[in-house]
């Protein structure tokens, strides 16, 4: 974990403490690196609850509540799975704030349309769902490291 995304993680706490908020992270691609990055801010735990590490389709339905038939439909690298997978987090946690990550991040996976460095977002903010579709390049520790930092400063973007 590199300083910049260790300040990146502080800068995000602050904004959620001075609105009041807590958040959690859905992570499939990441691995649960979103939560690492935060987790190594002293005092995180005043703003930061839970972390829900959703690697197969199977944990996104049991633990976020995404419908297996959004999953049939989109597949699990789409922004309407990433859009579910915050929406899910928010309902099985007691925070405000979620953001997810869904992804391929290589070096195999790639299917027709996804290539690998194909990423999905979501964040939702109360009832507020934002999503985003990004393809970044390098490889699977470059993506999944471009991961955590968009998704840290989008959401501090989305707070601001």
Same mark, same amino acid.
């Given at each position: 974990?590199?300083?910049? &995304? &260790?300040?990146?993680?502080?800068? $995000? ?5 001075? %609105? ?5 992270? @859905?992570?499939?691609?990441? /691995? /649960? ?11 995180? !735990? ?9 690697? !197969? ?29 915050? !929406?899910? @987090?928010? @309902? ?11 992804? &391929? ?5 790639? $299917?027709?349309? %996804? ?12 009832? &507020? ?12 520790? @470059? ?5 955590? $930092? ?11």
């Amino acid at each position: 974990m590199t300083p910049d &995304i &260790i300040d990146l993680a502080a800068r $995000v706490g602050r904004a959620l403490q001075a %609105k009041r908020l807590t958040m959690c992270t @859905a992570e499939s691609c990441t /691995g /649960g690196g979103v939560a690492q990055a935060i987790t190594e801010v002293a005092g995180s !735990s005043a703003w930061f609850d839970r972390g829900f590490v959703t690697y !197969s389709n199977v944990a996104k339905e049991q633990m976020l509540g995404v419908a297996p038939a959004l999953l049939a439909q989109h597949g699990a690298v789409s922004e309407e799975v990433a859009a579910a997978m915050a !929406s899910g @987090a928010l @309902a099985n946690s007691g925070v405000q704030v979620a953001l997810s990550t869904t992804g &391929i991040a290589g070096p195999g996976g790639a $299917v027709p349309g %996804k290539p690998v460095g194909t990423v999905c977002f979501g964040w939702a903010i109360g009832s &507020i769902v934002r999503t985003e579709r990004l393809l970044f390049g390098g490889d699977r520790g @470059a993506v999944r490291e471009q991961t955590v $930092v968009h998704s840290l400063q989008r959401l501090l973007e989305l707070l601001e």
